[in-house]
């Protein structure tokens, strides 16, 4: 019975972040057919949840502390496929 709930408990967790982590999955089956020639940058910021805000970053806030730079750039990075930037943990080696 003590096992059941920490497992009921971390099953609950996964399903609650499930829609977040296969939210990029499901945008890019979404734009498959949306003709992207436009996007000259490559980088579709609405592929990923949102939750550095990026657009409004400029009005809200004119510092940001490391763990809000981690988390926009982690979401470029799977905005921009993967391809336009690195990683936050590679930054951090490459700074060593």
Known sequence: MKKLLPVSMV????????????????????????????????IIYERVAAFANLYKYNQTRDTADILYFEQALSELYRAGNQQK????????????
Not at 24 to 37: E, F, G, P, R
Not at 85 to 96: E, G, I, K
């Open 85 to 96: 930037f690195m990683p936050f943990a590679t930054l951090c080696w490459r700074m060593q």
């Open 11 to 42: 099953m609950f967790i996964l399903t609650m972040f499930n829609p977040i982590l296969s939210q990029t999955s499901d945008m890019d089956a979404m734009l498959t057919n949306v003709n992207q020639s436009s996007v000259t940058s490559g």
